[in-house]
């Protein structure tokens, strides 16, 4: 088990290493594309195309399917990626709001401490 | 970072937030003040709403009612420069429990989540928990995704904030 998710991390980041698959995934975060349109965006012949999409889906980065000629390439972990964008774009706003509910609750502390302080005089 | 906030109460506070499922949001964080202290902070309007609404988020409040007693309504009208009509909060107090926990629905539409506040007072400090249930993912996705919109610039903002510290 161990052995299998090493290896797998070693075949992300041995497909990440390359600046071509990383424009490839982050196209395909966008959107779904064809490997002809990957080719054609990244001006590679189709072959050069269909090697690095075979790296990134070695590596579980992309899935593939093949609807009569064209093979659709979209991103493998796109769910948990936006997933963790998700969850830290409403934690700065939730972050933000909880700052100024520290100044407030700060303040009302404080009255009641001078309140207390005035009862005992 | 960590040491340059010292003088932040808040400092080791960390606001945590979790899809507990595809209808919940649950956001947690612990004050440094009893119970009594962060309730008030949550139920007195003219408190509330200098909160809620973080400074940098541009909006102004247009008027603000909270009767906050099970049964009671509450009615949120904001303004923000960008947009001509104003936006309306509203909905009702189901539960109510001073220094302990309060629940309120959405009623903007019939998609609005239930959202239930608890405080729990330890050693001092108040642990804060946000929960909302919509009754739908759809519902879900739909509120959120319009409460983080417009955000960037208040987080550059708070980037800001927290860089000078």
Redesign the interface.
Known sequence: MVQYSETRLDASFAALSDATRRGVLEQLTRADASITELAEKFHMTLTGMKKHVGVLERAALVTTEKAGRVRTCRIAMRGLEEEAAWIERHRQLWSARFEELDKIVEQLKFKEKANARRKRK | MPEGKEN???AM?R?????KSDRE?V?T?T???PAH??F??WSKPE?FT???????AGMSLVSCDMDVRAGGAYRFVFRHPAFDQAMAFFGTYKEVIPNKRIVWTNEESDQGAVTTVTFEEKAGKTLVT?HELYPTQAALEEA?AG??EG?PE??AQ?DELLAGR
């Not at chain 2, 606001?15 to 899809?19: G, N, Q, S």
């Not at chain 2, 200098?50 to 940098?56: A, D, F, G, N």
């Open positions: 932040s109460p808040a506070n606001t945590a937030v979790e899809r949001l956001v964080r004050f440094n003040a202290i962060v008030e902070a408190l200098r909160w809620w609404v973080p400074k940098s946000f959120l409460s983080a955000l208040q987080f708070l």
